[in-house]
């Protein structure tokens, strides 16, 4: 049988040449084996493992197996021991019938790496069968006229054994007449004759019995035996003659039953009765032959199949017989002609179902091929698809190994179905297919990856503990455990952020929870990262950054600065009555710890002890007159303003404010009430430490102004010899306290003013601020 190994652009094919075969073979010599038949089970054939001059255990460890061509597996490995045993008693006459040598190939394969040894085991025959003839009883016909000397063909007896346990003798029992010749053909195989000693007499002796015993060569020896029964006949004088003495044909083995394989015609030269001619199958070569012949017309047609893979070819011996017994024979051999009627047969002798990804090149299944054609017929073309990442690899003999063309990717695909085509060239073609799927093992070669890189979550301020703010999300291309995400919390790299306090994670789906109630006030923003790991071996993880925003709420009531409030001692602001319409009477000063809209505040006036009399500016918080002031005004008068923010829903603050109307600030002091004293005592300390802090500052600012420009204004003077300011000695009221927009209290000062009599410069200089004691202790 032949294999051919191409390779089209179309398609990968693997096609193997007997030659190139046999070239390669003869590099790699077989291990060979001998047994005798019916050998019992369990015999010792060999230890493999010693032959191979393998380590001890190196067969266990590679996965060896022992490959049988054909269905028959009368052979076991004992991988442990390295022993080769008989697990059925063989019968070589079932497995080989007449073939001589009778020899059984087997491979033995290793894994890791594949690697292929041939052995061949021979099976020696035994005597265990004894020579059977076709019929019990063979009848000869004999004219009393024939010489002494005269040869008679007699039929063979068949014994399955082969050489010297076959046929070796044929005997015929004791008689006066006659006696047996055993002669050999060409093959080796032995066949009798019957030759005439004494001439017969019919009216003496009609008819003779006769014991024909064949012998094979076996030790001890096994015969059988038949009866031949002879009749003496009148006179006949010529025997047919064959028009030829050996026929020739071949035969296609697909023949139909009945079909025409020769016509045999034989020829008697007496006249009547003795020169009709009969035609008989005398003898085949000792087994069942496929062949009938029509003793009337020697037409020779087949009566069964014809199998040129177990019997290529047939020896037959044709008689044709007068009616007065003389007979003739000729030799028939029958070629039976190959055709393709043989599928080529695929043997899978490993396969690994599973293959790791990432694998550089992964032994996928390990298989035979074969095809018990001849010539073309036998010559086999193996190919799978092409677009597929597998590679067939010729191995050994007819053994190819299917291979992965590099590194798999379960994530790009996961599943290969592989077909692996066998086609012989044979016409008409014929084709084998088998399929194998092939998954592909995951690897812990993809770490998570987050949907996004960094996550912004928003969290109203106030919120209830333990309230999901969000959920990250990772996913894994992987499989199995190895695409199973844990998410945590990383350690955050800023130490007073306690993030173990705020935040939590669900290590199972990432969903995240504030723990506590967070306050925009104290915590506007926070980042942290979070990570996801997956429980691959070894286990790989990313990260995400988290940035969390606080959003503010409207939890905040305005917080008035000035005027300070006090039950005991309510703020008063003193107005003149000369004020024009517009006059500041003073500045509400407020704040929100809000943010945004939250905080902005707004201010309204909502009593007064003379409505039309003071307005509020409502986005800044001035206090102005509205109108001129008359002598019937009241003195005194209250105003009630609020303080709103514009948060939804809105909040809110008010606040008292004492006006005390006078004649103007000529009058040095005003009564003060006997509670003022008592003042300090009351005050919120936040205010008080927040007055005294900006007032210093303010002061000190204020002084370093004054003795910086004090000093140039007198290297000035000094420079144009006049002499120095005089102070006046009159103090102006200046006015009243102010709060700036942004809640830092301003205070207005007085300065005493000195003039230069130079045409061309004004010079002023700046002495300390004159401070009324008058404003101090006004609020109450």
């Not at 710890?593 to 918080?621: C, I, M, Y």
């Not at 109307?661 to 430490?689: E, I, R």
Request: proline share 6%; hydrophobic share 40%; with cysteine.
């Amino acid at each position: 049988m032949e294999t051919d190994l191409t390779k089209t652009p179309e398609k990968r094919q693997v096609v193997f040449l007997t030659m190139l075969l046999f070239l390669w073979e003869s590099g790699t010599e077989a291990i060979r084996y001998s047994m005798p038949e019916e050998s019992e089970t369990g015999y010792l054939v060999a230890n493999l493992e010693r032959d191979l001059g393998l380590r001890e255990g190196e067969l266990a460890s590679r996965g060896a197996r022992i490959h049988h061509r054909g269905n028959k597996e009368l052979l076991g490995l004992d991988a442990e021991t390295g022993n080769l045993l008989l697990k059925e008693k063989p019968d070589r006459e079932v497995l080989c019938g007449a073939t001589d040598p009778c020899v059984l190939h087997f491979q033995l394969i290793l894994d890791n790496p594949v690697q292929f040894f041939q052995t061949d085991l021979q099976i020696t025959d035994v005597n265990d069968h004894s020579p059977e003839f076709p019929d019990r009883e063979m009848l000869l016909k004999i004219q009393e006229i024939a010489q002494p000397g005269t040869v008679f063909p007699l039929k063979v007896a068949q014994d399955s054994d082969i050489g010297s346990n076959a046929v070796q003798n044929y005997t015929v029992s004791p008689n006066l007449h006659f006696h047996a010749v055993t002669h050999s053909r060409a093959d080796g195989r032995k066949y009798p004759e019957l030759v005439l000693d004494r001439a017969l007499d019919r009216e003496e002796q009609p008819e003779l019995t006769l014991t024909l015993t064949a012998v094979d060569g076996g030790s001890p020896p096994r015969s059988g035996t038949t009866t031949v029964r002879i009749e003496v006949v009148d006179i006949n004088d010529n025997s047919p003659q064959f028009l030829q003495p050996l026929y020739e044909v071949q035969v296609p083995e697909n023949s139909p039953l009945g079909a025409l394989v020769v016509a045999v015609s034989a020829r008697d030269l007496d006249a009547g009765i003795h020169g009709n001619v009969v035609y008989s199958l005398f003898q085949g070569g000792g087994a069942s032959q496929p062949f009938v012949i029509d003793e009337v017309t020697g037409e020779i047609r087949l009566k069964g199949a014809l199998d040129f893979e177990s019997t290529p070819y047939y020896n037959m011996e044709i008689i044709a017989t007068d009616s007065g017994g003389l007979s003739g024979k000729c030799s028939v051999t029958i070629q039976v002609l190959d055709v393709n009627d043989n599928a080529p047969k695929l043997t899978i002798s490993s396969l690994t179902a599973s293959i790791p990804e990432n694998a550089p090149e992964a032994v996928v299944a390990v298989f035979s091929v074969s095809d018990p054609d001849f010539g073309d017929s036998g010559r086999m073309v193996c190919s799978i698809q092409n677009d597929l990442p597998f590679l067939l690899k010729p191995t050994f003999e007819n053994y190819y190994t299917l291979v992965t063309e590099g590194a798999l990717d379960r994530e790009s695909r996961a599943e290969y179905n592989i077909t692996i085509t066998v086609t012989d060239l044979g016409t008409p073609r014929l084709t084998t297919q088998h399929t194998i799927t092939v998954q592909v093992s995951d690897v812990n070669d993809n770490a998570p990856a987050f949907t996004q890189t960094s996550y912004t979550l928003f969290v109203q301020e106030n919120n209830s503990p333990a309230l999901h703010i969000g959920t990250i999300s990772a996913t894994d291309s992987d499989s199995g455990s190895n695409a199973r995400i844990t998410y945590s919390l990383l350690p955050s790299h800023y130490p007073q952020l306690a993030l173990d306090s705020l935040i939590s994670i669900n290590a199972d789906n990432g969903q995240l929870f504030a723990l506590r109630a967070l306050d925009y006030e104290a915590l506007q923003t926070f980042e942290f990262r979070v990570g996801a790991t997956d429980q691959g071996s070894p286990a790989l993880s990313s990260q995400a950054l988290v940035r969390v925003l606080v959003l503010d709420a409207n939890d905040n009531a305005p917080f008035v600065l000035y005027p300070l409030q006090n039950a005991s001692a309510p703020c008063t602001e003193l107005l003149p009555r000369a004020a024009e319409p517009g006059y500041l009477v003073t500045k509400v000063v407020a704040v929100d710890r809000d943010s945004g809209q939250n905080s902005w505040l707004s201010f309204q006036l909502l009593k007064a002890t003379e409505p039309g009399l003071f307005s509020v500016w409502a986005h800044n918080g001035e206090v102005r007159t509205s109108r001129l002031l008359s002598e019937h005004d009241a003195p005194k008068h209250r105003l009630l303003l609020l303080v709103k923010d514009n948060g939804d829903p809105p909040r809110s603050a008010s606040v008292t404010l004492h006006v005390l109307l006078v004649d103007g600030f000529s009058q040095p002091y005003l009564p003060v009430p006997k509670a003022a004293h008592d003042l300090t005592q009351d005050k919120d300390s936040l205010t008080l430490y927040l007055v005294i802090a900006l007032a210093s500052v303010s002061s000190l600012f204020l002084l370093s102004v004054l003795l910086f420009v004090g000093v140039r204004l007198c290297r000035r003077l000094r420079q144009t010899s006049l002499g120095g300011c005089s102070v006046p000695e009159g103090y102006f009221p200046g006015h009243l306290a102010e709060v700036s927009g942004t809640g830092t209290l301003a205070q207005s000062y007085q300065y005493e003013v000195c003039l230069t009599g130079d045409s061309r410069t004004t010079d002023f200089k700046f002495f300390n601020p004159i401070i009324p004691n008058n404003l101090l202790g006004i609020c109450r």
